[in-house]
Nanobody, 124 residues
Framework: LSAAAGVGGGLVQAGGSLRLSCAAS????????MGWFRQAPGKNYEFVAG????????LYGDSVKGRFTISRDHTTYTMHLQMISLKPEDTAAYYC?????????????????WGKGTQVTVSS
């Protein structure tokens, strides 16, 4: 089984935008709720955003509400995170995650599959 792989990170100035993508493989995409987590150096994993199996429900961490938008595409088995108005405190490694079933993953222990991290660095 292969975990989802995230791409799209990079270096951006404060106020800028980035779009992260996560391509799922090795599991039945529609059976899984998906999410994004991030980890800054020396800090715990932080829930960023999550989306239900068919995209009808979304959840966001308080620090990103109104700036980040999560979506998923069942024709390409991908999940995206559109990030705008980026701040230096958004700097972290971002990980896509998958959880089997009806509940959106919001904590580290919820996740069944992790994707490779992609680094986002926001300069001031």
């Amino acid at each position: 089984l292969s975990a989802a792989a995230g791409v799209g990170g990079g270096l951006v100035q404060a106020g800028g935008s980035l779009r992260l993508s996560c391509a799922a493989s090795g599991f039945t995409f529609s059976r899984y709720c998906m999410g994004w987590f991030r980890q800054a150096p020396g800090k715990n994993y932080e829930f960023v955003a999550g989306i239900s199996r068919f995209g009808l429900s979304t959840l966001y961490g308080d620090s990103v509400k109104g700036r980040f938008t999560i979506s998923r595409d069942h024709t390409t088995y991908t999940m995206h995170l559109q990030m705008i108005s980026l701040k230096p405190e958004d700097t972290a490694a971002y990980y896509c995650a998958a959880k089997l079933g009806q509940d959106i993953p919001t904590s580290y222990s919820d996740v069944d599959y992790w994707g490779k991290g992609t680094q986002v660095t926001v300069s001031s």
